[in-house]
């Protein structure tokens, strides 16, 4: 079963921040949030991921708060383009061997970005 | 970052008949993964393949339905057997990423499979 809570459903306005909320209250110390999007039709793409500091490249920020039970993932300037399902993702660092387990999806949060 | 390709893109098949799903990774990769997504419903993890071993099933899946290969370190193939209705879905090949990436999971466009 997927480790996070997502609202199902979220609007933002074009040209807005779209702030995407995640809760993980029974995270772990050596478990990372990830972040992905799945826009209609295609695999999932990988937007950003952390382990208790905030990040930040390209495509996002996120923001994980001090006690790692939630975290933000933060799209600065949404665009139509941006309208996808987002998902969020908790699961332990690899091994040292190099071994993980596979992402466990939930149900994620469906963003829609108006014009 | 891993870029990868999957054959075919999308098939429709007759019930009781099988289709072989191959995975192509332009890296060597140690972990493959491959996920199920039904329609209107998130992605599912069927079995982890990595090389020189047997694939590992998640509960719900098995062998005999869901045969998995990994000859070498940048291919897999997933083969969907006794196909049913039931079998209509996304199959995605997903690869997790080496040599600076081993945290970031990759996936694929995905096979887009109907059985009639």
């Known amino acids: 079963d997927a480790k996070t809570t997502q609202p199902t459903s979220m609007d933002c306005a074009e040209g807005r921040a779209a702030n995407l909320p995640c809760n993980h209250s029974t995270i772990s110390g050596n478990e990372y949030v990830y972040w992905y999007r799945q826009i209609h039709s295609q695999g999932p793409q990988y937007i950003i991921h952390?382990?208790?500091n905030n990040e930040t490249n390209e495509m996002a920020s996120l923001i994980i708060t001090e006690d790692r039970k939630s975290s933000t993932l933060i799209l600065p300037h949404a665009t139509l383009r941006d309208t996808a399902v987002y998902y969020c993702i908790v699961r332990a660092r690899t091994s040292s061997g190099g071994g993980a387990d596979g992402l466990t999806f939930g149900k994620g949060t469906h963003l829609i970005i108006q014009p | 970052s891993a870029v990868i390709s999957q054959k075919p893109s999308r098939d429709i098949c007759q019930r009781g008949t099988s289709l072989t799903i191959q995975c192509q990774v332009d890296?060597?990769?140690?972990?493959m993964f491959w996920y199920r997504q039904q329609p209107g419903q998130s992605l599912t993890l069927i079995a982890t393949?990595?090389?020189?071993?047997?694939?590992?099933?998640e509960s719900g899946f098995v062998i005999d339905k869901f045969p998995i290969s990994r000859p070498n370190l940048t291919f897999s193939t997933l083969t969907v057997s006794n196909m049913s209705p039931e079998d209509s879905s996304i199959y995605l090949c997903?690869?997790?990423?080496?040599?600076?990436?081993?945290?970031?999971?990759?996936f694929g466009p995905g096979t887009r499979l109907l059985v009639l």
């Open positions: 890296s060597q990769v140690t972990m």
């Open positions: 952390g382990l208790k």
């Open positions: 997903s690869v997790l990423g080496d040599r600076g990436f081993r945290e970031t999971q990759y």
């Open positions: 393949a990595n090389q020189g071993s047997e694939a590992t099933y």
